[in-house]
């Protein structure tokens, strides 16, 4: 998207309103399920969570090649807002926008509305799948209890006081 953000940008533009923040004109705009860490724009950042119950919003507004050059070095600078809500309403000077939902391109009218709703989704995992710890050996407690009130007369080859 680069070269096309350099040139000028093609297509509507866009308002989001994310809490009491508006930002304008951004060429790029990310609403996550959770925020993303790092606000890294070349989508090398990961989510640590996806059950905080808020929206991730990263949006790219640049304005000059020194601008693109500082979000590429992953510096932050003027051309790159990143924060979180509890809803984001993208509005745009078209009826229509396209959005990119999951991986496909599907054209919306507007305003597009993104709100989450915390633990509405159950997702159920393998326990052995790749990535998990093993999990930590039970306690022994009986075993624990003798360690824990030893008497010398119980322990042979050890002289009692």
């Given at each position: 998207m680069l070269p096309e953000i350099l040139n000028g940008h093609r297509g509507a533009k866009l308002y989001a309103t994310a809490g009491d923040t508006t930002i304008t004109g951004p060429q790029a705009l990310l609403v996550s399920n959770n925020p993303y860490e790092g606000g890294d724009i070349a989508g090398l950042s990961r989510r640590s969570r996806l059950d905080t119950g808020t929206l991730g919003v990263v949006?790219?507004?640049?304005?000059?090649?020194?601008?693109?050059?500082?979000?590429?070095?992953?510096?932050?600078?003027?051309?790159?807002?990143?924060?979180?809500?509890?809803?984001?309403?993208?509005?745009?000077?078209?009826?229509?926008?396209?959005?990119?939902?999951?991986?496909?391109?599907?054209?919306?009218?507007t305003p597009v509305r993104c709100a989450i709703?915390?633990?509405?989704?159950?997702?159920?995992?393998?326990?052995?799948?790749?990535?998990?710890?093993?999990?930590?050996?039970?306690?022994?407690?009986?075993a624990l209890v003798k360690l824990a009130s030893f008497r010398s007369e119980e322990r042979p080859g050890l002289l009692p006081g």
């Open positions: 949006a790219v507004t640049v304005n000059s090649a020194l601008q693109a050059a500082t979000l590429l070095r992953g510096a932050r600078g003027q051309g790159l807002t990143t924060l979180t809500a509890d809803e984001v309403v993208v509005d745009a000077e078209a009826t229509e926008i396209p959005v990119g939902i999951d991986g496909e391109t599907v054209i919306m009218p709703r915390p633990k509405v989704l159950r997702v159920r995992v393998p326990k052995d799948r790749p990535g998990v710890l093993p999990p930590r050996a039970a306690l022994d407690w009986p």
